[in-house]
């Protein structure tokens, strides 16, 4: 005689939930959409950062944060890593000249931000995770934008 089968729970998983789970764990942490609860610093991008000289500062308020040497940096964006120096031992701390990589391999323009979460800070390495949002405006808008502060007659105004 054959005992009656039991039938094993059905579990209902959303297909999006599924989908995650099977992602690599390295892409997860590219994946996260909403900061992680750690010191974070943004930045609009202006000329400067990301045309000729490539210059990138660190912000004052984040300064205190870092370590006042010259340390290795990661920073991480979709699923890739760019090295580059963070020089915090002179006068206005910032990136060194591979920031500039970062910027060309990752297409940014004037008008984007990044997002920089400091996710492990130490006196010998940095890492950040860096979430860039695109700041494509329409051409209409971005006519506006560009002329001002260019003349006496479009100045630009701070409220």
């Known amino acids: 005689m054959s005992e009656p089968s039991q039938s094993l729970p059905v579990i209902k998983m959303d297909p999006l939930a599924y989908a ?3 992602k690599p764990a390295e892409m997860e942490e590219d994946n996260i959409h909403y900061l992680s609860g750690k010191p974070f610093f943004h930045l609009v991008l202006s000329k400067s950062h990301v045309n000729r000289p490539f210059q990138f500062r660190t912000p004052v308020k984040f ?3 870092l370590p006042s040497a010259r340390v ?3 920073l991480r964006h979709g699923g890739k890593n ?3 120096s963070y020089i915090g031992n002179c ?3 910032r990136f060194d000249s591979n920031w500039k990589t970062f910027v060309l391999e990752n297409d940014l323009k004037i008008g984007d931000a990044c997002v920089f979460e ?3 800070c130490s006196s010998t390495n ?3 995770k860096v979430h860039v949002l695109r700041g494509d405006l329409p051409p209409e808008l971005l006519a506006k ?3 001002r502060g260019k003349t006496q007659d479009a100045p630009i105004v701070l409220d």
Request: charged content about 15%.
């Open 63 to 65: 300064i205190p944060l």
């Open 145 to 147: 934008v560009n002329s």
């Open 91 to 93: 006068g206005f701390p």
């Open 20 to 22: 995650e789970m099977e």
């Open 118 to 120: 400091l996710m492990e």
């Open 72 to 74: 290795p940096v990661i």
């Open 82 to 84: 760019w090295n580059m």
């Open 126 to 128: 940095l890492r950040f």
